[in-house]
């Protein structure tokens, strides 16, 4: 049996769990005995598909979309009443994690497009510096000031900055998710344009000699922020991609499917930005020496890959103690 068979046969089993699953998660005043009975054949039924599809499609889409249909089923089915405290836990542990984990690619293709950007802009700046008003809006472009850098530390509004700062990175961050169902095409200009403005501010920091200052405002914040947007944009590109390339379901399907898995990465990245807008309110512009902003950076970065690797073993520990029952 190839893969299209096998979609095509089990498809319409899949779909009738999805529905049985969003109908006992109502309450239980919306269960019959019946919806119980059909719900247990299903949960069973699927999870021997999945079985099967590891065995047979590994690197198929197929896989991860059982994996997490029948995931859901087990929860359902063992954890029924499960507190929201539980619920957040497990999916910032490890279901954010798995699907980030997933979705690679498309996380690193964020980053290529953000770099081709930045890249570009960086070196038209240095080449000639004049670049930098055709590059930026002008309101970006005449409000910097390498020789003030760090002139005002101490005597900003913290806590203004730090929420303004928060809202406006959430806002690329939806729209280069958003930018998902114009085939990715918003999200790629999205992803290029913030790379073009860091790029052109990095090249004048360096005519003027202050890479090491520029450089030391941008990356104790801009670790986690960045990373965040380039997981937005990633959850934007596959929506775009798999509209593209739908494979052996709809493109209704896909968009359906995947904006669900792209919302939720997004959501995830929400509390990155939280602690990106707390470092750039309070700690970027704080009257501390540059190797303490540095240093600052690099702890953002051990937390952000201890956060990734122990989420990884949550979701690892999970797969080998529950098999799905399979």
């Known amino acids: 049996m190839n893969i299209k068979q096998f979609v095509k046969l089990h498809r319409e089993e899949w779909q009738q769990l999805e529905t049985l699953i969003a109908t006992l998660q109502k309450g239980r005043g919306s269960r019959t005995s019946d919806d119980i009975n059909q719900f247990h054949r299903l949960y069973q039924k699927s999870a021997q598909h999945l079985s099967y599809s590891q065995t047979y499609f590994p690197n198929e889409e197929v896989t991860p979309y059982l994996n997490g249909l029948v995931s859901k ?24 994690i798995g699907l980030l984990l997933e979705q690679w690619r498309f996380v690193i293709a ?9 890249l570009g802009a960086f070196i038209s700046v240095i080449n000639d510096p004049l670049h930098l008003f055709s590059i930026l809006p002008a309101d ?12 005002q530390d101490g005597s900003v509004d913290s806590p203004t900055m730090s929420a303004s700062i928060m809202t406006n990175n959430i806002q690329v961050a939806i729209l280069a998710f958003a930018g998902g169902v114009t085939f ?12 073009i403005i860091v790029g052109a501010l990095a090249g004048l920091f360096w005519h003027y000699g202050k890479t090491y ?11 986690i922020e960045l990373t965040a947007i380039f997981i937005a944009g990633g959850a934007g590109l596959l929506m775009g991609y798999k509209l593209f390339v739908p494979g052996q379901f709809t ?24 602690i990106a807008g707390i470092i750039e309110g309070f700690i970027t512009p704080a009257a501390i020496s540059l190797e303490a902003k540095y240093t600052v950076a690099f702890i953002t970065v051990i937390g952000l890959v201890l956060y990734v690797i122990t989420g990884k073993l949550f979701l690892m520990k999970k797969q080998a103690t529950v098999g799905y029952d399979s």
């Open 73 to 96: 089923a087990h929860n359902l089915l063992y954890k029924d009443q499960v507190s929201s405290f539980k619920q957040i836990r497990y999916f910032f542990s490890t279901k954010f």
């Open 110 to 118: 964020a980053m290529i497009l953000f770099t081709i950007g930045g």
């Open 140 to 151: 970006i472009a005449q409000g910097v000031s390498p020789e003030h850098l760090g002139s």
């Open 184 to 195: 990715g095409l918003l999200t790629v200009y999205m992803l290029i344009y913030n790379g």
């Open 213 to 223: 200052d520029f450089w030391a405002y941008i990356v104790p914040h801009g670790m």
């Open 251 to 274: 493109r209704g399907y896909q968009l359906k499917y995947q904006a669900k898995r792209s919302v939720q990465l997004l959501l995830g990245t929400i509390p990155l930005f939280v």
